[in-house]
């Protein structure tokens, strides 16, 4: 590009120019739909960007404003929709925090059970579409098959295969199926197997090693301060999982390690994700193991949970029960709270400002990806054009719950 | 100009006159019908929850390729079939109409689940309550998401539709497929066929 | 455990510090305004708190809920220490009864992470905050006029960013004969199924 009769030795010749501006998404295959990322580019690498959510956002906070706490449950499912189970027992939870109540036992070990299945769901369409969107579309396929088996489950005990809203204050909708533990014991098996087979695809794949591995590092301190949780905040080094250093239901009881990465780069972040498959599924079979066959699902109470439909056909305290639950909604007491579990992307947190009567006043969910993708600009600054999209795709940005 | 015949006899070219829409023209509309309704490059304008279900049919179990429809194309200029998966915000739809302005003729709208038909149960500042308000659409499938079985009824009544030549928007009803008691236990039954065991959920 | 937060932090604030409660298990301080940086620098510098790790923040609007001269909105900040595990929710009461001039300080200085929450309650609740880098919606789009989260906000005005098409579909049912799949129309009669004509 330089004259010929230029002296080089003056230094670099300087082309007046202008960064070009690039613009990805918000409708892009590896944007997940929803995002818009503004890159002021020198050539292919990125000098700026500016990361744009906000397409989808639904206006869950002020739709909860309106009805009862049990009609939030449909909407709590839409925010996480690839492990609409772990959000359903976290906003479940959030209200039982404030009612001071705990679940019967089984109960436990069944939410348990359900949320560790949405999470393998979870992870699987994580790494799934991070291979797909490098090019590698047979590992998403398998991903996929294998998460069929799993929405067989879901959809033999809650109705419906994706965004169930099973979950109720003080339980769940229905108690679990004659076949509930039969199925899962046949199914994870299958499941781990095709999630092997994808794995073995693309793991010692040079392409796909050279796009993640040293790609998007993040340090410990930075995804702290920015406020990670989850998945991301372990592959830097932090040991943070809710599950171990606030134990909530029973996750005491279960014996599981939480894989911590090193590096805090998109490799790092994929192989988490797939350890946490396999200790998912640890759990899940210790869970089946100390789920007892038979026993209540929902807590003995009245102000709380729905009477059985034969009770309210036939008498009038259950009538009134039900009446009074379904129209004036379950009165929480004044006050706040803030109660958290662990999503699928990190720590799911609901933050609930409740005034007495059945209506909530304010319903905040903290999302586990929101600040994970604030850190996105700072990962891909500096990086080439085409980093952006495993980087992006390691990230597990889900759009529900990012916008809620 | 009339008929061409050989002289041997056979089948004759019927030439086509302005104004005349005889069996060779009929049998050409029905050949592009048929091409167009079989090869539909998609493009999938995903966003939210339906996406899993959309997802789920393009995998294995599902299978939207058998229905020719597979290929997504995610340049709209390249595409014929926009779907539109997921809730649509008032911010997306300027996206949404843009995309739908590039894409060439012939071009047809599927939308897919509740909140692209309608707008869903979002009824609030921020959410397009339905896709029509900002696009022609030709298929509505409902549901919160729609199981892909519903979606690939959609998505041949689309072929249907195609194939008549028709653009009258449609909704997939929901179905029920007649379910008989066997010796068993329930026995699903395929349309025009006697009764057959259902044989599990296995792909 | 954590009640020596409350502690050290009212030790250190004294006056600053308007009221602290722990209800539900939630350790909670209520500060005033102009001590919210003074606060937050103390809670993440400390060595004995260590709260390092940004959890959340938000708005909470009060509308009518409060005595005439009490501020209307909250702004609500939830902070964890990795080293202790402990946390904290820091709240501070600000703005009028109209909505007008409600600022604060903002946090971007003391942890990176505190960017896009404030930006989100700038946008959904209309709190400014003073020196933040890059204060504009995020949510919303920038056409978009008001605080939708806000209490006196209608939930169903929508603010379209293009006009609508004429004449939409009704899609009232019993939908026309003409549609749905061919074969369910031919062997299902959907109306009696429900017993309907």
């Given at each position: 590009m330089e004259p010929l009769d230029q002296d080089l030795a003056e230094g670099e010749l300087e082309l007046p120019s202008e960064p070009m501006l690039l613009n990805m998404g918000p409708?892009?295959?590896?944007?997940?739909?929803t995002v818009r990322i503004v890159l002021e580019l020198s050539g292919e690498t990125i000098m700026k960007s500016d990361v744009q959510i906000?397409?989808?956002?639904?206006?869950f906070e002020k739709m909860c404003e309106?009805?009862?706490?049990?009609?939030i449950f449909p909407y709590a499912d839409r925010l996480n929709y690839v492990s609409p189970m772990l959000n359903n027992v976290g906003f479940a939870l959030a209200c039982e925090k404030m009612l001071g109540v705990t679940v019967p036992e089984r109960c436990q070990h069944y939410r348990v059970v359900l949320g560790e299945l949405a999470r393998i769901c979870d992870h699987m369409i994580c790494s799934g579409a991070m291979c797909m969107e490098l090019g590698a579309f047979t590992p998403f396929l398998y991903f996929a098959r294998a998460r069929e088996i799993i929405w067989d489950i879901f959809e033999e005990e809650?109705?419906?295969?994706?965004?169930?809203?099973?979950?109720?204050?003080?339980?769940?909708?229905k108690p679990p199926t004659a076949d509930f533990k039969a199925m899962i014991r046949a199914g994870l098996p299958r499941v781990m197997q095709m999630v092997g087979e994808g794995e073995k695809l693309i793991l010692k794949n040079r392409i796909f090693l050279d796009r993640v591995e040293g790609v998007g590092k993040i340090s410990k301190e930075d995804a702290l301060a920015l406020g990670w949780t989850g998945v991301c905040l372990r592959s830097t080094?932090?040991?943070?999982d809710v599950r171990k250093?606030?134990?909530?239901?029973?996750?005491?009881r279960y014996d599981f390690d939480v894989p911590v990465g090193t590096q805090g780069d998109n490799y790092d972040r994929f192989m988490c994700r797939q350890d946490e498959i396999r200790q998912s599924i640890r759990i899940i079979d210790q869970a089946l193991e100390m789920?007892?066959?038979?026993?209540?699902?929902?807590?003995?109470?009245p102000r709380i949970v729905l009477p059985p439909k034969e009770d309210v056909y036939t008498t009038i305290e259950a009538t009134i029960q039900h009446f009074k639950i379904v129209m004036e909604g379950i009165k929480i007491p004044a006050g706040e709270c803030y109660s958290y579990t662990e999503g699928g992307n990190g720590e799911l947190g609901f933050y609930l400002v409740s005034d007495?009567?059945?209506?909530?006043?304010r319903v905040r969910i903290r999302p586990p990806c929101f600040p994970i993708v604030q850190g996105l600009s700072q990962l891909i600054?500096?990086?080439?054009?085409?980093?952006?999209v495993p980087t992006f795709g390691s990230l597990n940005m889900i759009g529900g719950e990012c916008d809620h | 100009m009339g008929d061409l015949s050989n002289g041997r006899g056979g089948s004759s070219v019927h030439v086509i006159q302005p104004g005349d829409s005889g069996f060779a023209t009929t049998r050409v509309d029905a050949l592009l019908n048929w091409a167009k309704k079989y090869s539909l490059f998609q493009y999938p304008y995903v966003t939210a929850c339906c996406a899993m279900e959309f997802m789920a049919m393009a995998?294995?179990?599902?299978?939207?390729?058998r229905f020719g429809a597979e290929a997504p194309r995610f340049s709209p200029r390249q595409a014929?079939?926009?779907?539109?998966v997921g809730t649509i915000s008032q911010r997306q739809a300027p996206a949404l109409k843009r995309i739908y302005e590039q894409m060439a003729d012939p071009k047809w709208v599927l939308a897919f689940g509740t909140c692209a038909s309608?707008?869903?149960?979002?009824?609030?500042?921020?959410?397009?309550?339905?896709i029509d308000k900002v696009i022609p659409c030709d298929v509505y499938v409902p549901g919160c998401p729609p199981r892909p079985e519903a979606v690939i009824d959609g998505l041949l009544l689309l072929q249907d539709k195609i194939a008549r030549g028709d653009r009258t928007p449609g909704i997939v009803k929901p179905r029920t497929d007649p379910l008989v008691m066997g010796p068993d236990g329930i026995e699903l039954v395929q349309i025009g066929k006697k009764p057959v065991l259902d044989g599990g959920s296995e792909a | 455990m954590s009640k020596k937060v409350l502690d050290l932090l009212q030790e250190k604030f004294g006056a600053a510090i308007l009221a602290t409660h722990a209800q539900f298990g939630d350790d909670t301080a209520v500060i005033e305004p102009g001590s919210w940086r003074a606060v937050a620098l103390f809670l993440r510098d400390d060595p004995r708190l260590g709260m390092n790790m940004f959890t959340d923040l938000c708005g909470v609007d009060y509308l009518n809920q409060r005595?005439?001269?009490?501020?209307?909105f909250e702004v609500v900040c939830h902070l964890r220490s990795l080293q202790y595990a402990h946390r904290i929710r820091i709240k501070s009461r600000i703005g009028d009864a109209e909505g007008e001039t409600v600022e604060i300080d903002s946090l971007v200085p003391v942890w990176k992470g505190a960017d896009w929450f404030e930006r989100e309650t700038f946008d959904l609740m209309g709190i400014t905050f003073k020196g933040h880098p890059d204060l504009r919606r995020i949510?919303?789009?920038?056409?978009f006029k008001g605080a939708?989260?806000?209490?006196?906000?209608?939930?169903?005005?929508t603010q379209p960013l293009i006009p609508y098409r004429e004449g939409?579909?009704?899609?009232?049912?019993?939908?026309?004969?003409?549609?749905?799949?061919a074969f369910g129309r031919q062997t299902h009669d959907y109306r009696n199924d429900r017993g309907e004509s």
């Open positions: 409708s892009h295959p590896a944007m997940h739909g906000g397409y989808l956002h639904r206006g309106r009805g009862t706490w049990t009609q809650t109705g419906a295969r994706v965004t169930h809203s099973f979950g109720r204050v003080g339980g769940m909708a080094g932090a040991a943070y250093t606030h134990p909530y239901m029973t996750y005491d789920m007892a066959d038979s026993g209540p699902i929902n807590i003995d109470d007495g009567s059945g209506t909530p006043y600054n500096g990086r080439m054009i085409a980093d952006v | 995998s294995p179990r599902f299978d939207m390729a014929d079939l926009l779907w539109v309608c707008g869903g149960f979002y009824d609030n500042y921020t959410t397009l309550a339905g | 005595g005439e001269d009490e501020p209307r949510l919303m789009y920038p056409e939708p989260l806000r209490k006196d906000y209608p939930a169903s005005k939409t579909l009704d899609k009232l049912f019993p939908f026309g004969p003409d549609e749905g799949m």
